[in-house]
């Protein structure tokens, strides 16, 4: 896709109305759906499961991309891409066979995403990028919604948008991220851009004037293809 990709991640929306909210961002101008899927081990949170993906399925015809905040992930790769993943990215630090969950993720027919903390080196996931559709440099420690953007991601996301030329793999981040962290987030060579709070604080009235705002956040570093 060109241009900037936004993903709203409903980890910020009501949880008590999920499918409502799924549609209502959708139809605001999201671009993907993004769901953070956590474990209470990998993270010290716990979300939500493929049952409830499959479940918001019916509710939009975006891109789903799923977060994997769980370790171990392998055993559950299956019952994701069954309920309705389009993307799914596991995290580098999540477990010792990384080559073998990313290959379980294409062999499953999905795009496959690798994932970093904040704290992990651009180098962890060189390796990789023959077997990547995606990267998701995280801007902040996952787990919870809400907190503030790692300026020293920044650096990290450049190193990976120099290692993918003449790849065409998508630079997604996600934490933080705001109409104003979008322009450094787009400088530095992402292209796709979660956002949690800056979306949905404030309810459904605000979402298309919200997703619009990151958008032309992102698109104001250049018009032109993003992904590398
Ligand atoms: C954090 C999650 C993010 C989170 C982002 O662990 O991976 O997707 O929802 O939320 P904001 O945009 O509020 O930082
Ligand atoms: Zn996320």
Known sequence: ?????????????DF?????????????????????????HFVPNITFGPAVIKALRPHSAKHFDVH??????DPYLAAFAEAG?????????????????????????KR??????PGTPASAVEPLLD???????MTVNPGFGGQSFIPSTLETI????????????????????????????????????????????GGPAGYSERIAAIRAGAASMGGGPLSC
């Not at 008590?16 to 799924?22: H, T």
């Open 1 to 13: 896709m060109n241009g900037p990709i936004i993903s709203p991640s409903i980890l910020s929306a």
């Open 16 to 40: 008590a109305k999920l499918g409502e909210e799924v549609r209502a961002v959708s139809e605001a101008g999201a671009d993907w759906i993004h769901l953070d899927v956590m474990d209470g």
């Open 68 to 73: 994997l905040m769980i370790a171990p992930a």
């Open 85 to 109: 993943a389009d993307t799914i990215s596991v995290h580098v630090e999540a477990g010792p066979h990384i080559h073998r969950s990313l290959q379980a993720i294409r062999n499953l027919g």
């Open 112 to 117: 496959a995403g690798i994932a970093l903390n």
């Open 131 to 137: 077997l990547v559709d995606l990267v998701l440099v």
């Open 158 to 201: 450049a190193r990976i948008r120099a290692m993918c030329a003449g790849r065409e793999i998508d630079i997604e981040v996600d934490g933080g991220i705001d109409p104003e962290t979008v322009i450094l987030a787009a400088r530095a060579g992402a292209n796709a851009f979660v956002a949690g709070n800056a979306v949905f604080k």
